[in-house]
């Protein structure tokens, strides 16, 4: 049940610690309450403030004890705090850490981390290594064009006449049904031998470059053999590329015909279903191919629009929005005798992933009636492109316009709004099969320098609903040289298996001409593109001198992460781009908006930031302070940011002295190094190391002691200034083993842990040890072994004092099992050192509480015992006395709760096994009244990279969805089966065999398995934090008969609320219950964002006009008349229950490419 931000049921701190209760609440006890308007007077003892009434209220059932009253709890908050402190003060080890590092001080020396310097080298490394990939991409560009220049066309070319790597062949030999084995392919297709190759995470032949052709596309047209004719010639160029520059990654031509061929060689990643891959709708080609675009889509849905026609409709809209990036805006809109939006955008909004996901539901419910308005439509798409209002790309200006054919041309129209200068194109899409003259679609094209498509069938919607890009290209060609420059795209998914890369694009242009004196071709040939993984431009950043909270992220002019360690997308479409804005990625506040405009601008600056973070498990909120500096990466569109705790302004550097690294001996011979040998663990501790590259030959594993014993056998052969180690991760590690082999000597070995019910101590460094004392402990680590990646240490050097980590547990998970006493609490804090005018926190030290023996520990010290031997305390029939959390643990409720809302301890025994849940699920009452005195704030905020599980498949009926079913008068009537609409549907359904993704409900079905494979959705995350309230306070949860009394106090130093109260009596005030586990979201409402976006900048080029334009070629269409041999045919093969296979396809506009 959603809560409010503040409700009835409890009251909120006022002054002098009492409780003021909320308008329209139950009677509770306040000073200066006033009684309301109306209703019965309150009696007189209910203004009595309450610390004068607590006394005489007493718990039922217990008659000679009263409540305790303020200053008993106070005493018992105080002995918690000593015993906190004591404990960790004799077996932390805080102390004793300091002076060891001190004693130590001729093995380290202290680093600056000097945020302008880094940041700026950083900027100018990655700007060098961008730099050498459009080095490459230019030779490249310029190569292609010359090729094709150069390139003589042949008519009569034939398959057997072309050699290549065909990446799917391998594939679709193994597919004895695949369409090549059907017609028996004639071209010659090589066969290759690969080996592996870590740096492309795939299997790949140097010597020759693959070629991935669409599903749709025929490769034997002529069109596509001439294409691979030339384009072979780039073999050779990619290979010198190669040669100059070892470190490049995939190099690939995206050609206009949908050719892809791309260097090194390797096999197509097949899907289990069919290859819908186009490169011509990837995000890096679509960036490449054109400038950034404002459209508007308006569909006819008059009462002609009906059946078959309207389905292609939705779907060919659904697939024009798929060909839109992020530099583009869109809005869609439907026309009949008046136009309306189909959502509730009601102007042009930013074509992300997630406005689009609203507009293709909105599309769906689309209902055809009315007569047609082309003017309603083309008034409506015109005044959205006029509104100057709002943010948009403000470069190619288009309409298109889907119908089913109409006589209007509604010139007077194109006369108000676009002419003479025709700044906004109008493309047209014929759908269906029918009789109107599309004279009318074609010259609204051809008068507004556009282009007129048709779409008789669903086969025909993928490639006409594209190929206006090609239009859209023609100023850049025009543009020659001045359009010629690099973009770099947003972050993506690579389809080869790259993982997350960055893609530099450059445009091909067709130099050639048709004849002496002749205008300049102006069809761009395709998009040429350098994939740069972002995993190397990481390995730019510093690692690990930044501390476990420093970073280094990067943004682009849409405000989305290029870098960020929050961008870990859990599973990823590969056809669409990963968008987490900088806002999303982090916690969003004012200063983090202005840090991130100042980036997008392209300016330096430096800014002090009080912020809240998530901590590493998404559980806790922290607020810290962090220094934030930011510079532009030159000849890009990106922007570097460094973000540094003032902890982290300065790190240790091991600093081995010079007769150790004189001794040219193996490291294991190292002093300290035998106490990183298992052989030393029962003395001196159980040591994890964090698992770096600290050589290049070290072999990684996820079981730490396997890596432990790969890092100990390596040691035994490399010497300490070894070139293949990484010596600042090497030595820094040597020097912690040390170090923390002399808390074990100075500290723990002579201290008994059981006296105090401790399971262990433990100490992490930033030089990635962890050591855990007894040896024994260790088997129930489940800490990360690597510093930087543990929650508790990361929270500990956030915070001051001691901070407790209960053990997660879940609420749909089984309690906590108490066996063998092994469940334990963390307690942890940071160990600051200061060095003369140096102050750092270089590791993190703690225990481990028994979790069982702390509880009755926790039961005395709020108690009227001064010690757990003292018997317990009777209160005699004619005494009065206070109860307290131990002899009254039926009557009294008594918790620690940690700064997220986790119970820490309890004094109800059948409450232990709840330890780590959040406190709502143990009791809901106490903690609504808890978060309603403000003891708590809540966060909340949406994770965008989350995966979810399939939803299982509703009922779609008998047929599969979006396929038009006749009637079965349709069935008997003889003209129907010789009509256009047989014919229509007989192509839906071959198609629909084909392309098994049609019938499906999210066309990405086809490219996995939608039974088993996770897909991105939105969470919604909740987080509580401790809000204002740091004193004593005492309340009244007002529950008419079942009121309860409670007490909550911070305790000094530590991140609990120590809190009392009485048990519920009855379930009345179960009004509420807050939650805090993530939640499946569809994130927050789309129609309110857009009218607040999100401040971006689009690319700094636009080319969206040139005088010399030629718009002659604007579309005439083919029509292709119903076969009635064909279809008696097909439906021969439909009732005999064989698949037909698709027949080649030459497309119907390519030619315009020649």
Known sequence: ????????????????????????CGPQPGPGTRRPASGPPRPLWLLLPPLLLLPLLAAPGASAYSFPQQHTMQHWARRLEQEVDGVMRIFGGVHQLREIYKDNRNLFEVQENEPQKLVEKVAGDIESLLDRKVQALKRLADAAENFQKAHRWQDNIKEEDIVYYDAKADAELDDPESEDMERGSKASTLRLDFIEDPNFKNKVNYSYAAVQIPTDIYKGSTVILNELNWTEALENVFMENRRRDPTLLWQVFGSATGVTRYYPATPWRAPKKIDLYDVRRRPWYIQGASSPKDMVIIVDVSGSVSGLTLKLMKTSVCEMLDTLSDDDYVNVASFNEKAQPVSCFTHLVQANVRNKKVFKEAVQSMVAKGTTGYKAGFEYAFDQLQNSNITRANCNKMIMMFTDGGEDRVQDVFEKYNWPNRTVRVFTFSVGQHNY???????????????????????????????????????????GKEAKQVQWTNVYEDALGLGLVVTGTLPVFNLTQDGPGEKKNQLILGVMGIDVALNDIKRLTPNYTLGANGYVFAIDLNGYVLLHPNLKPQTTNFREPVTLDFLDAELEDENKEEIRRSMIDGNKGHRQIRTLVKSLDERYIDEVTRNYTWVPIRSTNYSLGLVLPPYSTFYLQANLSDQILQVKLPISKLKDFEFLLPSSFESEGHVFIAPREYCKDLNASDNNTEFLKNFIELMEKVTPDSKQCNNFLLHNLILDTGITQQLVERVWRDQDLNTYSLLAVFAATDGGITRVFPNKAAEDWTENPEPFNASFYRRSLDNHGYVFKPPHQDALLRPLELENDTVGILVSTAVELSLGRHTLRPAVVGVKLDLEAWAEKFKVLASNRTHQDQPQKQCGPSSHCEMDCEVNNEDLLCVLIDDGGFLVLSNQNHQWDQVGRFFS?????????????????????????????????????????????????????????????????????????????????????????????????????TQYYFGSVNASYNAIIDCGNCSRLFHAQRLTNTNLLFVVAEKPLCSQCEAGRLLQKETHSDGPEQCELVQRPRYRRGPHICFDYNATEDTSDCGRGASFPPSLGVLVSLQLLLLLGLPPRPQPQVLVHVSRRL
């Not at 931000?5 to 329209?24: D, V, Y």
């Not at 779409?455 to 290209?473: F, K, M």
């Open 921 to 1021: 699920e143990v009791d809901a009452n106490l903690m609504l009244a808890l978060y309603n005195n403000s003891f708590y704030t809540r966060k909340e905020s949406y994770d965008y990279q989350a995966a979810c599980a399939p939803q299982p498949p509703g009922n779609l009926g008998a047929a599969p969805r979006g396929v038009f079913v006749p009637t079965v008068a349709d069935f008997l009537n003889l003209a129907w089966w010789t009509s256009a609409a047989a014919w229509s549907l007989f192509q839906q359904l071959l198609y629909g065999l084909i392309y098994h993704s049609w019938f499906q409900a999210d066309p990405a079905e086809a490219e996995g398995s939608p039974e088993t494979r996770e897909s991105s959705c939105v969470m919604k995350q």
């Open 1 to 24: 049940m959603a809560v409010p931000p503040r409700t009835c049921g409890a009251s909120r701190p006022g002054p002098a610690r009492t409780a003021r209760p909320w308008p329209g």
């Open 437 to 479: 003259d599309v004279t009318p679609l074609q010259w609204m094209a051809c008068a507004n320098k556009g282009y007129y498509f048709e779409i008789p069938s669903i086969g025909a919607i993928r490639i006409n609903t594209q190929e206006y890009l090609d239009v859209l290209g023609r100023p850049m060609v025009l543009a």
